[in-house]
């Protein structure tokens, strides 16, 4: 019997169907391939390392919360490097978030939207 050498991909839609039958979930960040995202600790989602704006992300406010856009990066070779995009990152925590500290955001799963999960506190 021949071996199937080709090469198969799927649709946004298909990806987030599939993942969802293994217990992950697919996002796509800037337009990128869809990446699945599941299990490990910390909410079980991919993150994405973000650099707050100088003005930092304020504290929530009873049920209200803060966001800012931040600007995304990534680790090329051993170096923090701007990727260019920037995404509204949320901040749930009663304490505010510093002015151009790193930090890793992740998604929250029902709305989508990403959230501080820590940040650099040097």
């Known amino acids: 019997m021949s071996k199937d050498n080709r090469t198969y991909g799927f649709s946004l839609t298909d990806a987030e169907s599939l993942a969802e039958l293994i217990g992950g979930r697919a996002m796509i960040i800037e337009g990128r391939r ?10 079980g989602e991919h993150g ?16 209200t919360v803060s966001s800012a856009s931040c600007d995304v990066f990534s680790i090329v070779g051993t170096t923090l490097t701007d990727t260019g995009n920037n995404i509204d990152v949320f901040n749930i925590s009663i304490s505010s978030v510093g002015g151009s500290k790193y930090g890793l955001a992740k998604k929250e799963y029902a709305t989508g939207k990403w959230v501080i999960d820590f940040e650099d506190c040097s």
Request: aromatic share 0%.
């Open 34 to 43: 869809p990446v699945v995202g599941g299990g490990g600790g910390g909410g």
């Open 48 to 63: 994405v390392i973000i650099k707050t704006p100088a003005g930092g992300i304020a504290a929530r406010s009873g049920t």
